[in-house]
């Protein structure tokens, strides 16, 4: 049973435009759901993470927004760049300091 | 920001043979070390979660035999991947939580080739 559902699987955003990409979940236990930025051979890297009661939080041009009640949150990449092509993963966990669960994964490609 | 880093980056085994990945925190005691595994063009699985002077706790489904974690200092815990298979292949990827202090992070990886 995946935890925690993300889409899309892969997302083409032109230079300029929202990447937006979608997680849900279902353990009303999780109450810290961080996204990491991974490139390719490297480990995960925290981007922006957020708490239930929290509807929004917004760390220059990533932004995540949290709809507690749909157990359902994502992540806005503003004025997306090429150097922002990289696997995104939303996770969730009991806190910050506790074991992580990742959703599956969205390869984003942003084209010149 | 704190670091954790990982030893080797890449490793090439035999089969049969056993490999031993170092996961340390560079800055900060690591109260809590997880141990994720992930598959080529997969998301990264948790594998066991180990404190400092106990033992790990291993996921659903992974072999305690298998992969050996000791966590024996609160900067260093090993993974040993024993009598080691090509389909134990993968990206190995710690993380190092300082607990209450804050949130964890991340190593770079090491990547296993078993022929």
């Known amino acids: 049973q995946q935890q925690v559902k993300q889409s899309p699987q892969s997302l083409i955003v032109q230079k300029g435009g929202i990447s937006i990409i979608n997680c849900a979940y279902e353990n009303t236990a999780f109450d810290y759901f961080p996204w990491y930025q991974q490139f390719p051979g490297k480990g995960p890297a925290l981007l922006i993470a957020i708490r239930p009661d929290v509807s929004e939080k917004k760390e220059g041009r990533f932004t995540i927004s949290f709809n507690k009640s749909a157990k359902q949150f994502s992540l806005h990449i503003m004025d997306s760049q090429p150097g922002d092509s990289a696997t995104y993963f939303c996770a969730a966990s009991k806190t910050s300091y506790d074991k992580v669960i990742f959703g599956p994964g969205t390869s984003l490609s942003v084209i010149p | 920001g704190a670091v954790v880093s990982q030893h080797p980056s890449w490793v090439i085994c035999k089969s049969g043979t056993s490999v031993k990945i170092e996961c340390r925190s560079l800055d900060f005691q690591a109260t809590t070390m997880f141990w994720y595994r992930q598959f080529p063009k997969q998301s990264l699985m948790l594998m066991a979660t180990?404190?400092?002077?106990?033992?790990?706790?291993?996921e659903q489904g992974v072999e305690k035999d298998k992969f050996l974690i000791n966590h024996a200092s609160l900067t260093l815990s090993t993974l040993t991947v024993t009598s080691a298979h090509p389909e134990d292949s993968s990206f190995y990827i710690c993380s190092a939580s300082p607990g209450l202090l804050g949130t964890q992070y991340f190593g770079p990886g090491t990547r296993l080739l078993v022929l």
């Open positions: 180990s404190n400092e002077g106990s033992k790990a706790t291993y």
